[in-house]
């Protein structure tokens, strides 16, 4: 035992220092023209030399620090208690739902602009989330390309409006039906395809239509992306301080209120809580319908599922559509709140944290989802003091939080129907 | 009602039904027997359209339906089980057959968003047909357990009634006696027996449990080493020699 531990000490401290010499100790320095490499100084050789006894010391006694985590008393005082009934569940979810929306109309007054755009973001990607969840999480189908559908969403938005001047109300559902459009051809011809496959196949589409937008420069402007994209109007209203459309007139001219540039950005939250309020609801619907019952079903035994007369491709289908569709709506939204995209919006990096926050929050559960799409869009933002090693940071919370809870935040409980006692 | 002529089905090499020739007409209970591994659940897996064959025709209802997708044939009217109890675990027993009824459910998305009263009335219509046979099946109490915490032949039966609900014409059991007990085995003998006679569902049934074949069969066809060796009525099939000498005798 104890030999091995040793050799696997060993082994591991090897390796730390064969991956943070380099990285630390090797720098690239400019000489006149050219580049040259210089060596570690004293100071970081040290450092790497302690983190690897670090390491090594934590290896070789790695049973016994862990026994003493484990005696550590439960710090959860949820563990201990037994499952709740459904109609409970149920309850306190909702007292959930509308406790954080409430919150979320009331927070634009109380915090300030910047606070204010961080969570018109949160929300973005609180839709994101619940779209990709229906994918991932109840129809199981790993889609590593689901930024692709928010590109749709958003360039849609951001070309009519060049293009033919229509306003963010009418491109909203345009851009939903179009990203819901590509998911259905994508969908059509991968989708028999499954598990790893189709992760490899969805990460190329959402590669595919960025590398597009990146070149089809006439259309799109290439990676100069397009700018001048409209604000959401209320009833003809603009939110500027001088109107830009004839016959529009001005928000703060209308109420007889002094200009002021946050109730643009107050407006455009309370857009996308209610269209994230929105999708909360129509998936919520879904996941009780017979269509969600398809996706859990093939999810769970898709050879029992076709026996039964279900369509593999007809029901994927539609989860995929509908994961798409939302996507839409949140790009549409997101160019909107820019004013300005390019293809870097919309980079592999996205479908990543959107997955991210699927699977942080627990595949196929609502309130998790939520709750970890809020934490992984803020815990940047406040960990900015850290500069450079906030993305680290970041990426040490996601290793810790599936080592210790790789069910996610808020594993999902099925909503079941019941049958009721005959009355 | 089914009619299987020359069914053959080749992996690579290996010829693994041969020529097999199965029917089965209304009200009527077949059965596939044959020592393991002569290519029964084959056969199965080419009627339910699980394999595309490689030979022979089936027909259903006088319609040709070799090399038809697996979900189109089950809409037809011919729904089967599992040699191995396929249900969805996770759900609840009740759910399982709302999941089964989804052909009579699925009207489009917006009704079902929307509630419209002829959605609701589906929906109840369809509690109501899943109440009706886990009653029939004797699953009533347990209908908002989850489906994987029943015992095993409770799962057997759940898996009839899920079969049951999507209102099929042939039913195709694959080995439904297996893993259940003596009184078990009975139970499913009546089951079996009263689907035909109340429903008037036609069964096709692969089976080792000979006492169980036996008895509930109207004819039977005998299969072994991929090859048809025989077929006729129980009485028939118990005294040919062929047979005994490469199934009953070993048994």
């Given at each position: 035992m104890a030999a091995h531990n040793l050799k696997h000490a060993l082994f591991c401290a090897i390796i730390t220092i064969i991956i943070a010499y380099p990285i630390l100790g090797l720098n690239l320095v400019a000489q006149g023209t050219s580049v040259a490499l210089e060596g570690a100084t004293t100071a970081t050789v040290i450092n790497v030399f302690l983190a690897a006894v670090a390491v090594f010391l934590f290896q070789l006694f790695r049973d016994s620090i862990m026994g003493v985590f484990g005696k550590v008393p439960n710090l959860n005082p949820m563990a201990k208690r037994g499952p709740i009934s459904q109609e409970r569940r149920l309850l306190m979810e909702r007292v959930f739902f509308v406790a954080i929306i409430l919150l979320a109309l009331v927070w634009p007054f109380i915090v300030s602009r910047g606070a204010v755009d961080l969570a018109t973001l949160v929300l973005i990607y609180i839709m994101l989330a619940l779209g990709l969840n229906v994918v991932v999480g109840l129809a199981g189908l790993l889609d590593l390309g689901y930024v692709a559908f928010y590109a749709v969403g958003a360039y849609t938005f951001a070309l009519l409006s060049q293009y033919f001047g229509i306003s963010f109300w009418l491109a909203?559902?345009?851009g939903a039906l179009l990203a819901a459009l590509f998911g259905f051809v994508l969908g059509f011809p991968v989708l028999r395809l499954r598990g790893d496959y189709l992760a490899i196949v969805t990460l190329g589409f959402g590669e595919i239509i960025r590398i597009l937008l990146n070149n089809w420069t006439t259309l799109t402007g290439g990676p100069n992306g397009i700018g001048g994209i409209p604000d959401p109007t209320l009833?003809?209203?603009?939110?500027?301080?001088?109107?830009?459309?004839?016959?529009?007139?001005s928000f703060h001219e209308t109420f007889g209120i002094a200009y002021s540039g946050e109730h643009k950005v107050i407006f455009l939250y309370l857009i996308a809580l209610v269209l994230a309020v929105f999708t909360l609801l129509v998936i919520r619907r879904f996941m009780r319908m017979p269509v969600g019952r398809a996706w859990e079903a093939l999810r769970e035994d898709e050879i029992a599922a076709r026996s039964l007369g279900m369509s593999r491709t007809a029901?994927?289908?539609?989860?995929?559509?509908?994961?798409?569709?939302?996507?839409?709506?949140?790009g549409t939204v997101f160019a909107s709140k820019q004013g300005f995209i390019s293809p870097e919006s919309f980079v592999f990096l996205e479908s990543a944290i959107i997955l991210a926050i699927v699977v942080l929050g627990g595949m196929g559960s609502q309130v998790g989802v939520i709750l970890a799409a809020i934490a992984v869009t803020i815990l940047p933002e406040l960990a900015r003091e850290f500069s450079e090693y906030r993305m680290l940071i970041f990426g040490a919370a996601m290793v810790l939080m599936m080592v210790w809870r790789p069910q996610g935040l808020l594993p999902m409980r099925r909503i079941q129907i019941e049958l009721k006692e005959q009355g | 009602m089914l009619e299987v002529q020359n069914l053959s089905m080749r992996f690579g090499g290996l010829l693994a039904v041969d020529q097999v020739s199965v029917d089965v007409r209304e009200h009527e209970i077949v059965s596939i027997i044959g020592p393991n591994g002569a290519g029964k659940t084959t056969v199965f897996n080419c009627i339910s359209g699980f394999y595309k064959p490689t030979g022979g025709k089936i027909l259903f209802q006088g319609q040709?339906?070799?090399g038809k997708p697996d979900y189109k044939i089950s809409r037809l009217g011919m729904v089967r089980t599992f040699q191995h109890v396929r249900l969805f675990s996770k759900m609840t027993v009740v759910e399982n057959l709302l999941v089964a009824q989804h052909r009579h459910l699925n009207t489009n998305l917006l009704a079902g968003l929307l509630k419209t009263p002829d959605y609701r009335e589906r929906e109840k219509?369809?509690?109501e047909r899943a109440r009706y046979w886990l009653d029939r099946v004797g699953l009533l109490e347990m209908a908002n357990w989850e489906a994987g915490n029943l015992a095993y032949g409770q799962q057997r039966r759940l898996e009839i009634a899920r079969c049951m609900v999507t209102e099929p014409q042939l039913l195709m059991l694959d080995e439904p006696a297996a893993g259940l007990n003596p009184a078990e085995t009975k139970?499913?003998?009546?089951?079996i027996v009263s689907l035909k006679e109340d429903y008037n569902v036609s069964v096709l049934l692969i089976e080792h449990d000979?006492?169980?074949?036996?008895?509930i069969s109207d004819r039977i066809n005998v299969i072994n080493q991929g090859r048809p060796l025989?077929?006729?009525?129980?009485?028939?099939?118990?005294?040919?020699?062929?047979?005994i000498k490469a199934y009953l005798g070993e048994a």
């Open positions: 909203l559902p345009i009833f003809g209203m603009e939110f500027g301080r001088r109107v830009k459309e004839e016959g529009n007139v029901v994927k289908l539609s989860a995929f559509t509908i994961g798409a569709f939302f996507a839409g709506f949140a | 040709e339906i070799q219509k369809s509690l139970e499913l003998d009546q089951l000979m006492s169980l074949v036996m008895g025989a077929s006729g009525t129980p009485e028939e099939i118990r005294q040919n020699d062929d047979v």
